[in-house]
């Protein structure tokens, strides 16, 4: 199988890096790739906005499969155009990805299909803003509806704080038009889980559970990230509770959609808070999770391409994957700033001792090539990723291995995973 993977962030090293384990791989390319995948892949610069460079793409490398990383080209209708041209992809249409792209769709169809998820009130306008408020206490959730690259959510302490940042989005202060209508939730208690799915709109498989860790800071204090860290083990989730989300809300999710002409076809992503009254939906994302892909793919043991390749079909079986039962952690290490300004171009030195060490992997992010020099190359820049017979160990491993990497202004949290850790000693 040639196999083309659009992308070039941690999540799609840690897709490259899983179908080269394939026996079924002769050919991988990614497009646009960054400095780890190219030593995995024939990396492709290519402009991810454009469907049409990525339809050209397509024609010129005749792909057996492709599969799609980031949420910008589903949005933009990549699978939509690949289809209509007869090829293979994996990853939901335009229409389906919708629950991504629109926070106030996704809450509409929520409530369409009883799904659990915090009470809301979508506002196009300040009046709208206004009286929305007084139907809720505070802390107050502020959602842009749109894609905002991780900006769009706010939790405002104060009613006065919430109108404020609800009437800067709608004016497109600081999110563009994806402020165009806001979404005001009442924001839920208690603790995140990313709960994955693969669908091809019938069958639904979930994915070993896992857990981000959002903010930049250590004990969840800072800015939210695209994510500084993340760890996978069947702890984090009893099967009787993997069973009540199946039923209740991915089943429901997949079968609404499908009611509603729309098949969804991919890996959704369920971002849930374990509250009191049980899980609920905090979002959906119509792609792979990152930094948690990284995590969770360390542990699958079933080939990545039968898997894709039966999503894309309409011919995904409904029955379990093969998971490595050993628990998996990936620290992040970001640019210094980050998720503010940085500058790019840092030289990065370890990375072979640490690719060395066993049951780890060091996944790239933003990483170039400056030369023979790899050098950062956005905010996240390298996933260590590593495995153990114990979360605790997992955890020691790959901060074993982040010690010895560097690059100036490196900056991640020491307590990836701590808090699960702590729990069980
Ligand atoms: P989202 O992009 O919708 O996932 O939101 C980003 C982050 O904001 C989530 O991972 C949560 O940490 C937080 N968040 C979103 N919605 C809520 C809510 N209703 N209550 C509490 N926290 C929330
Ligand atoms: N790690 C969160 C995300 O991928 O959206």
């Excluded at 099967?239 to 991919?266: C, F, N």
């Excluded at 990936?330 to 503010?340: D, F, K």
């Amino acid at each position: 199988m040639r196999i083309l993977v659009l992308g070039g962030g941690g999540r799609e090293h840690a897709l490259v890096w899983k179908l080269r384990q394939s026996p079924r791989t002769t050919e991988i390319f990614c497009a646009p790739g960054n400095a780890g995948i190219a030593r995995e892949a024939s990396c492709i610069p290519v402009d991810l906005r454009s469907v049409d460079e990525l339809v050209q793409l397509a024609h010129k490398l005749h792909p057996d499969l492709t599969i799609v990383g980031p949420e910008l080209p589903l949005t933009l209708g990549v699978v939509d155009e690949f289809e209509r041209r007869g090829l293979a992809i994996f990853g939901p249409s335009q229409k389906a990805a919708h629950l991504e792209a629109s926070k106030a769709f996704a809450k509409e169809f929520m409530q369409r299909v009883h799904v659990p998820t915090a009470h809301y009130a979508i506002c196009r306008n300040p009046a709208e803003v206004q009286d929305a408020l007084n139907l809720f206490s505070t802390p107050t959730v502020v959602k842009a509806d749109g894609l905002a690259a991780g900006k769009g959510v706010v939790i405002a302490k104060t009613k006065e704080e919430t109108s404020t940042i609800a009437h800067d989005m709608l004016a497109r202060k600081f999110v563009g038009d994806a402020g165009a209508r806001v979404v005001l939730e009442e924001c839920l208690r208690g603790e995140e889980l990313s709960f994955l799915i693969l669908t091809d709109g019938t069958a639904v498989v979930p994915l070993v559970p896992s857990r981000d860790h959002k903010r930049i800071g250590e004990g969840d204090t800072g800015p939210n990230t695209g994510g500084m860290g993340a760890y996978s083990s069947d702890d984090l989730l009893s099967s009787t509770m993997q069973d009540w989300i199946m039923k209740h809300i991915a089943r429901p999710v997949v079968d609404g959609l499908r009611a509603e002409g729309v098949v969804y076809k991919g890996v959704l992503y369920i971002g849930l808070m374990m509250t009191a009254r049980g899980p609920m939906v905090l979002e959906f994302n119509c792609r792979f999770g990152d930094p948690e892909t990284q995590a969770v793919l360390f542990r699958l043991e079933s080939d990545l391409i039968d898997v894709c390749e039966a999503v894309a079909k309409g011919t995904l079986p409904a029955e379990p994957l093969r998971w490595s039962p050993e628990p998996s952690v990936c620290v992040v290490l970001a640019s210094g700033g980050y998720p503010g300004t940085f500058t790019n171009g840092k030289p990065i030195s370890g990375l072979d001792h640490a690719e060395k060490l066993p049951h780890v992997k060091v996944f790239h992010a933003g990483t170039a090539h400056s030369g023979n020099q790899v050098v950062t190359a956005g905010g996240r820049v390298l996933g260590v990723t590593a495995s153990g017979p114990t979360l605790e160990l997992a955890a020691s491993r790959a901060y074993e291995a982040v010690e010895g990497i560097r690059f100036d202004g490196m900056q991640y949290r020491k307590d990836i995973a701590r808090a699960a850790i702590g729990n069980r000693q």
